[in-house]
Nanobody, 127 residues
Framework: QVQLQESGPGLVKPSQTLSLTCTVS??????????YNWVRQPPGKGLEWIGT???????YYSPSLKSRVTISRDTSKNQFTLQLSSVTPEDTAVYYC???????????????????WGQGTQVTVSS
């Protein structure tokens, strides 16, 4: 059973970089067919996919956030991280990490139908 736990600061100032870490237990982040995702939910809105890092290390991002997002991983710590630069109050949200198991040819993270979820962490952007 894969478990995920987000960690990082709950308050970030405008124009700074938001950094969150997701620690994975119960499985290796390099295990075949695992895809690790970041999503967020702003107050009063629905879930928004931010980006994904595949078991191969390949990354892909939401087109609307691509210029500000970097997802990376530390295989020695079994963690993957999210960095979102130049934040504004509109980036205030609950941020989740989530994992999927998919062995097909094309993984679609946009359906948000993930197998495992972290509990989420509130990030507020404010001066």
């Amino acid at each position: 059973q894969v478990q995920l736990q987000e960690s990082g600061p709950g308050l970030v100032k405008p124009s700074q970089t938001l950094s969150l870490t997701c620690t994975v237990s119960g499985g290796s982040i390099t295990a075949s067919y695992y895809y690790y995702n970041w999503v967020r939910q702003p107050p009063g809105k629905g879930l928004e996919w931010i980006g994904t890092i595949a078991y191969s290390g390949y990354t892909y991002y939401s087109p609307s956030l691509k210029s500000r997002v970097t997802i990376s991983r530390d295989t020695s710590k079994n963690q993957f991280t999210l960095q979102l630069s130049s934040v504004t109050p509109e980036d205030t949200a609950v941020y989740y990490c989530a994992a999927s198991i998919y062995s097909g040819d094309y993984y679609n993270p946009l359906d948000l139908d993930y197998d495992y979820w972290g509990q989420g962490t509130q990030v507020t952007v404010s001066s």
